[in-house]
């Protein structure tokens, strides 16, 4: 994982994960996030990109179901988002 700068995003590679989801686009507008994408960046690898309003901290946890992203973005706190995808 890692940041990049103009404009504000974090991008994350998840080895070995197959894109499987509905839709490669979604608008989130809130916590600072302003958009979540998805793309095939290699044979085996999804590429997740999180779009953000400015340059945050942000720390990312694999846990036995998948992982979770945690963003100090300083916005108001939101309930967590999900694409509501079980796979």
Do not use: H, K, M, N
Not at 34 to 61: K, N
């Amino acid at each position: 994982d890692f940041p990049l700068a103009d404009p504000a995003r974090l991008v994350i590679d998840l080895d070995g994960a197959i894109g499987a989801l509905a839709q490669d686009r979604y608008s989130v507008g809130r916590g600072g996030v302003t958009a979540i994408r998805l793309s095939e960046f290699e044979a085996g690898t999804v590429r997740l990109v999180i779009d953000l309003e400015r340059p945050t901290a942000y720390r990312v946890t694999s846990t036995p179901t998948g992982i979770v992203i945690s963003l100090e973005s300083g916005s108001v706190a939101f309930e967590p988002w999900s694409t509501d995808v079980q796979v």
